[in-house]
């Protein structure tokens, strides 16, 4: 499968982005004049919700008031277009119109740092991990991993690894990843090469394309991406979801909305693994999503470029807990101090110069560590099919061996197979957001206590995160607006 571009990308982008972004309001509300986002201006992507059967209409209205690239999306009564002073009055003063957003710029923090020239000791990271023993008993096969970052390109080492490749961005980019971030994580995780292996050399990857070749995204192309997650998570096997990049926590992950967004891919089913961050020693750094309980929240190791475990130490600038609301992060470490993984040759963050130098490169950051243990646990997967996300993160802990100076294990793959998971997300609320959603959309009772909730039964092919009551969520408490990538050298 191949990206998708133009108005198929822009439809499929704005269907998540509205439904999520857009909390409901009843149908036909009459406003005398409609909230809007006051971060969006002439010129910018506005998304605005009608009441029902009033987007043919209102794309029309805003049309004739000089908006461009306008798309009416029927199935949801929401209209997207890019807008003018003119416009923006007018869907203002319409009493079809509910509320108008702006669609939010993400950006990536010291993007020329997170690749190394590949001189010097590299990190024997895979051998650190105890991923070579643990092929004997599985390589990752019948599992699939989903990645959402910056592409995976066509590299030897992943012939045959990658099943999809989604691209959320619409940017035009030639190349399949024009950063070569992607192609180092997918590396680290399926590379199958005679000279370079990553953790679970046998599994899949789908490549989900939310960040263009300088980091740069959009909090719609991330939501869009787990839209396509949760309804195709089945037809392509996906078990694990990677994310490398994360936001400051700034508020408690019951309203933050990335935190209900990744914890519906937990419920469904699959383990999602998130990078701490890169903003150590200090306390009380890890990102949003790894902030939220659910989520298999991974630092960096420091293996001092020696397979033995004698001189390992938690990496300085890897990012620690507690979270906002008490939880102990990162979960577990592994290797993320001058990783090797593949190189994609002239894409944005290439830093050897010369096309054919070698097909390897090296990179410092909890993006590293994360992708590492993404194949740890499609490791888990493969000998344990019937693990939920929550067993497989509690086998990584149970598995994980001791670190110097450090409560956090190390991830170690042969004894995570064989590990008694640890009971962990116990008595942990589910996000008050995905609830919220779940009882709009009729699936739970308003009235059902979390912990009685059957997970297994969640249609969630539906869940639209339509229902939120739009007067319960200021702008501030939503932590959409400054999701950053993990990676720093």
């Known amino acids: 499968m191949t990206g998708r571009t133009g108005g198929v990308l822009r439809r499929g982008v704005a269907l998540f982005a509205a439904s999520v972004l ?23 992507y506005a998304l605005v919700r009608v009441g029902h059967g009033a987007a043919g209409a209102v794309a029309a209205e805003v049309q004739a008031s ?30 079809r119109v509910a509320f108008v957003v702006a669609d939010t710029i ?25 991923a070579q023993r643990a092929w004997s008993k599985a390589t990752g096969r019948g599992v699939t991993v989903a990645l959402m970052d910056t592409g995976v390109a066509r590299h030897p080492d992943l012939d045959g690894s990658v099943l999809a490749r989604l691209d959320f961005v619409g940017d035009g980019a030639t190349q399949l990843d024009p950063s070569g971030h992607g192609t ?10 005679e000279s370079f292996k990553g953790v679970a050399p046998d599994a899949k990857v789908v ?64 383990a999602v693994v998130a990078a701490a961050g890169n903003d150590g020693p200090d306390p009380r750094t890890v990102s949003m999503p790894g902030a939220d309980p659910f989520v298999i929240t991974v630092g960096s190791l420091a ?62 950051g909890t993006s590293a560590s994360s992708a590492m243990v ?5 490791l888990v997967l493969q000998a344990h099919a019937g693990y939920s996300p929550s067993q497989v993160k509690g086998a990584l802990v149970a598995g994980g061996r001791n670190v110097w100076g450090t409560e956090t294990p190390g991830a170690n793959a042969l004894d ?25 959309s009729g699936q739970i009772a308003g009235s059902v206590n979390w912990d009685g909730v059957t997970w297994e039964g969640i249609t969630w092919e539906s869940v639209t995160w339509e229902g939120i009551a739009w007067e319960s969520v200021s702008w501030e408490s939503v932590t959409w607006e400054s999701v950053t990538w993990e990676a720093r050298s």
Not at 22 to 44: K, R
Not at 304 to 312: K, S
């Open 22 to 44: 857009f909390f409901a309001v009843a149908p036909g509300t009459n406003w005398t004049a409609a909230p809007v986002d006051p971060a969006l201006a002439s010129g910018g």
């Open 416 to 440: 995570a197979l064989t590990a008694r998971p640890a009971l962990v997300n116990a008595r942990v609320a589910p996000s008050a957001l995905l609830m919220k959603v779940l009882v709009a």
């Open 207 to 270: 490549s989900l394309r939310v960040l263009d070749q300088k980091g740069d995204g959009t909090m719609h192309s991330v939501l869009a991406a787990f839209d396509w997650l949760l309804r195709n998570r089945s037809a392509y096997h996906i078990r694990v979801l990677n994310l490398s990049f994360g936001a400051k926590q700034t508020t408690s992950y019951h309203r933050t909305l990335l935190a209900g967004v990744v914890e519906s891919a937990h419920f469904a089913g699959i």
């Open 66 to 95: 000089g908006a461009t690239e306008i798309a009416a999306l029927d199935a949801i009564d929401v209209v997207t277009a890019r807008i003018s002073d003119d416009a923006l009055r007018a869907l203002r003063s319409d009493p």
């Open 184 to 193: 180092f994580v997918a590396g680290l995780i399926a590379a199958h090469g």
């Open 106 to 130: 993400v950006s990536a923090v010291g993007k020329e740092k997170y690749f190394e020239k590949a001189t010097g000791k590299p990190s024997p990271g895979i051998e650190v991990v105890d």
């Open 303 to 364: 293996d001092r470029g020696t397979p033995g475990w004698g001189d390992d130490r938690e990496s300085v600038f890897s990012s620690r807990g507690p979270t906002r609301d008490g939880f102990a992060k990162p979960d577990v470490l592994a290797p993320g101090e001058h990783v090797v993984s593949l190189r994609v040759p002239g894409a944005a963050f290439d830093k050897d110069g010369e096309p054919n130098a070698t097909p390897y490169a090296r990179l410092t």
């Open 374 to 378: 993404a194949g740890v646990a499609s």
